[in-house]
Each structure stands twice: as C-alpha cells, then as structure tokens.
C-alpha cells in the first residue's frame, strides 16, 4: 500500500502552505487553515524515509476527538474536520514554547536521568527514581526551537519569561490550561485502561485570546501505558506495554540510529512499516473504543481530499 507523504493542493483564497514534519499546513486568506495530517513519520527530529499507511487517518481522528472533548478547558483552532486525513481551523500565531507534561520517568527524561541529571527544566528531580517511576505529580518541561535548526530545545519558566518568549501572565495561563488538559486527558485514558505517561501542547493567540493548536493526545504527541500490566512491570523493572511512537525510536536506536550526525536511518522493511501501521491502529482503537474505519487509498484520495476540503472552505 502507497503511503501519503507529500500533498500539493491549490484550494480556493490559498495564501501559502508550509511543509512540517508530518503535516501539511495551507493558510486560506491568512484566516484560516487546512491542516492535511501525511503518513509521514519522524524521530529525533528526522523524517524517516517511508511513510506509514492510516497514520494520518488515525494522528487526525484521534486528535479531532481530543480536540473536541477538551473544548471546554481552553478554546482550540479547530472548526471540522472534513475528511479523515484533514482538519480546518482557524489561523493562530504560535507561540514560542511547547507545553510539555510529564506524570513518570522515562523516555527522554529517563535517559538524561540516568546519565546524571537532577533537573529537567529547572524542575528538581529526587535521587534514587527508577524507571517508569511516576512522579509524585505531573511536571511541566517546557521547550523552545533553538536558534539554529528545528531541534526541541528545554527551556525554564523563568528563562521564558526572561526573554520575553511569553508574558509571565500568558505562561501562568499555559500551565494551568497544560495541566487541567493532562487531567482530562488522563482520565479519558483510565476509561479504556491505559495511562497517559506524558505528552505535549502548543497554543497560539488570535488577538488577546488564547488557543489550543495543532494535535492533542495522540501516539505523535504522547505517550501511553496499559495500566492493567504497568505495576506488575514496574516491580520486576521490565519494560512497559507502550502505545506510542517510542517503540519506532527504541527500533531506530536498536539498529545505530539517533539522528545524530554520520549516523544512516536503518532499512525500513514492508514488514517494519506495516507493524509500525498496526501499532497506530492499535491505539486508535485502544484509546477511543471504537474500530478503526481504514479510508480509501485508491487512486482517487487526492480528489477526495481536495472535494472535501473546497466544500467545507465554501462554508466557511
């Protein structure tokens, strides 16, 4: 099956378009955007080279319904979504910080708590945490882009205020909207027996107003555990059940690579790709309890796309 990696639409008052590393953005009259999520798949800030089928389908649908079920929290971009791979919203500026919560250790945490490091952040970290240790409670990590390159960059709360990167009223916001979405999200999980280890929230502003953007809650942006097996596990210090891309970058780093300079992306197989495509599937079904309606990949997906997207731009 023909992944979806690259799209290139020219839909009705398109004002530009900008290539992420999964999604596919296209600004309408500077108001609005589509939002097209790709199969594109990528780690340690690297798009790898094979793209995944139904990842988009399932990044999109899950974070729709995430989207909607956590509108009550905090305003969000989204306005429909009018076909399986797409969302349109309005256009919010970014602002330069991703909200990131984190209620265990492990993944990247973990790695730079076991080569020494007391703090993430500026959040102090005890000694003596194993790992998929829980947190006493949820921490905030917040990031920033660096100045050179697209790589994440950890940053504090006060280094953000101090360099005017957000206003120290907006940031208090950011934190108490990352926390009570983290909550909902948290208990939304519990419901289909899983837990939500970590993840991560970006906002943006219309004006003085503050937005919710981009995806929430799914296994791009987060990180879950089944809870039915998470103790048991813990105890013996084996490695959790995960519904995540973690297990892509554990795959990645058993084979040499960690995007690191010199390194080579190892050879994605049919086989590699198509349990990667499983794995996406799982947790759509996991999280959200229903069956997972694979979309059409027939030669006509770009017309869908392209009709369901001027139909709901004509609404609008």
């Known amino acids: 099956m023909q992944a979806i990696t690259r799209t290139d639409f020219d839909f009705p008052g398109q004002s530009g378009k900008y290539t992420g590393k999964v999604r596919d953005v296209y600004s309408i009259n500077d108001n609005y955007l589509v939002m097209i999520a790709t199969d594109r798949i990528s780690a340690f800030d690297v798009v790898l080279p094979k793209g995944i089928p139904y990842k988009g389908q399932v990044l999109n649908q899950i974070a729709s319904k995430f ?25 919010c500026a970014p602002m330069p910080v991703e909200m990131i919560v984190r209620a265990y250790l492990t993944g990247s945490s973990w790695r730079s708590y076991k080569a020494g490091a007391r703090e993430i952040c500026g959040v102090g970290i005890p000694d003596g945490m194993k790992e998929h240790q829980k947190f006493a409670k ?56 899983l837990i939500l280890v970590d993840t991560k929230y970006e906002f943006g502003k219309i004006g003085d107003q503050i937005f919710l953007i981009d995806e929430i809650h799914t296994p791009d942006s987060s990180r879950y555990f089944y809870a039915d097996s998470y103790d048991s596990l813990f105890e013996k ?3 959790q059940r995960q519904l995540s891309k973690e297990f892509v970058r554990e795959w990645l780093m058993q084979n040499g690579f960690q995007g ?14 198509n349990s990667i495509s499983e794995r996406y599937i799982e947790l759509y079904e996991k999280i959200t309890g229903t069956h997972f309606e694979k979309a059409s990949y027939g030669n ?7 009709a369901n997207v001027r139909n709901m731009l004509a609404r609008l």
Request: glycine share 6%.
């Open 138 to 193: 949820p921490i905030l990590t917040p990031t920033t882009k660096a100045e050179i390159g697209e790589h994440d960059q950890d940053i504090s709360r006060e280094e953000i205020i101090s360099r005017g990167l957000v206003s120290e009223s907006d940031y208090i916001k950011l934190e108490e909207y990352s926390l009570a979405l983290f909550e909902r999200g948290s208990q939304m999980a519990a419901e289909r027996g």
């Open 260 to 273: 690191r300079e010199g390194e080579q992306v190892p050879d994605m197989t049919l086989d590699v790709v």
């Open 67 to 91: 989207l909607d079920s956590t509108s009550d929290i905090v305003p969000n971009w989204k306005i429909a979504s009018p076909d399986p791979m797409v969302t349109v919203g309005r256009k």
């Open 237 to 239: 210090g084996e490695p």
């Open 300 to 306: 006509d997906i770009f017309e869908r796309i392209d």
